[in-house]
């Protein structure tokens, strides 16, 4: 079946430096887009979403860009912290009965070095 | 975590066993999920459901049921547990077409 996926399982950074997290999708049916971090022993926390009729959507430090021409989705951490340690997983989905039934990729895991 | 809670948060179980996983909410959404999480496979869902007394099955439904009596309850029930459905299970709960907001999870582990 159609899923999500992740081009690094790990990402290095310096306290500081910029962020970025890659994901490809393969479903051109999916219209809504979400990024999720999850810390150790904890549930995945929504960190901001995108529909598929935006190209950009910036939250605070955070910026998603969704590229539909290639099936590619992006997070952008601005300031690096060593907060932002975790898992992050991107998920795609499409309206189903009013709902989005959202499929995850595996997850990269970014570390922050001090 | 958005009024969700899990019961329980561990558990220990022997094979061949029933056992009940509970999510309750005190958002009054309409859908609530249920995913298992385990290394390589990421979240996986197993039954959702978007309303009382209505479910339906996600992808790894097989050896799990699940019951919704009231908006704020979401039971997975494991008839007959397997060393195969130890996992990290995590509830989730979403507005129409909204974002989900998951629970911090249950650890179960099947002997």
């Known amino acids: 079946g159609e899923s999500v996926g992740l081009h690094l399982p790990t990402l290095s950074v310096q306290e500081g430096d910029n962020s970025i997290i890659n994901c490809a999708y393969s479903?051109?049916?999916?219209?809504?887009f979400i990024w999720y971090k999850q810390e150790s022993g904890k549930g995945p926390q929504f960190i901001i979403d995108?529909?598929?009729?935006?190209d950009k959507r910036q939250g605070q430090r955070v910026t998603v860009l969704l590229n539909k021409t290639v099936k590619h989705l992006s997070l952008q951490i601005a300031a690096t912290q060593p907060g932002d340690s975790a898992v992050y997983f991107c998920?795609?989905?499409?309206?189903?009965?009013?709902?989005?039934?959202?499929?995850f990729g595996r997850g990269t895991s970014l570390i922050v070095h001090p | 975590d958005a009024g969700i809670t899990q019961s329980p948060r561990h558990k220990v179980t022997e094979t061949g066993t029933p056992v009940t996983l509970r999510c309750h909410q005190t958002?009054?959404?309409?859908?609530m999920y249920w995913y298992r999480q385990d290394p390589g496979h990421g979240l996986r869902l197993i039954h959702y459901?978007?309303?009382?007394?209505?479910?339906d099955k996600g992808e790894v439904s097989d050896g799990y049921s699940v019951s919704r009596s009231k908006t704020e309850d979401f039971l997975l029930t494991l008839e007959s547990a397997t060393s195969s459905q130890t996992s990290v299970y995590f509830c989730?709960?979403?507005?129409?077409?909204?974002?989900?907001?998951f629970g911090p999870g249950t650890r179960l582990t099947v002997l």
């Open positions: 989730a709960i979403s507005g129409s077409y909204n974002e989900q907001f």
């Open positions: 479903n051109s049916a999916s219209d809504y």
């Open positions: 995108i529909r598929s009729n935006m």
């Open positions: 998920a795609e989905s499409r309206a189903s009965g009013g709902s989005y039934i959202p499929t």
């Open positions: 958002e009054n959404h309409r859908y």
């Open positions: 459901s978007y309303g009382v007394k209505d479910t």
